[in-house]
């Protein structure tokens, strides 16, 4: 299994990492389940779907497709 970091998935998905931090902290996103060394999440795709959903409104294959410049099928 994939993990990824706040910052991979912040860049993956077109946002700000302190972004993503902030609305965790505030309670309008889950965390992560897994947490890494020093207590950094560790996100994978299912939480990188989830996130986009919540934050972008769009499913994540439709952010991360508009992201890497390929076209959307």
């Known amino acids: 299994m994939a993990y990824y970091s706040t ?3 912040a ?3 077109g946002l700000n990492p302190n972004g993503i931090s902030r609305e965790i902290w505030d309670g309008w996103l889950d965390p992560p389940q897994q947490q890494g060394p020093r207590r950094v999440f560790l996100w ?3 939480d990188v779907h989830r996130t ?3 934050l972008r409104r ?3 294959d439709d952010v ?3 992201n890497s410049g390929r ?3």
Do not use: I
């Open 71 to 73: 076209p959307e099928a």
């Open 11 to 13: 860049r993956m998905l």
């Open 52 to 54: 986009s959903w919540v």
């Open 44 to 46: 994978t795709e299912k």
């Open 58 to 60: 769009r499913d994540a």
């Open 64 to 66: 991360l497709a508009a």
């Open 7 to 9: 910052s991979q998935v």
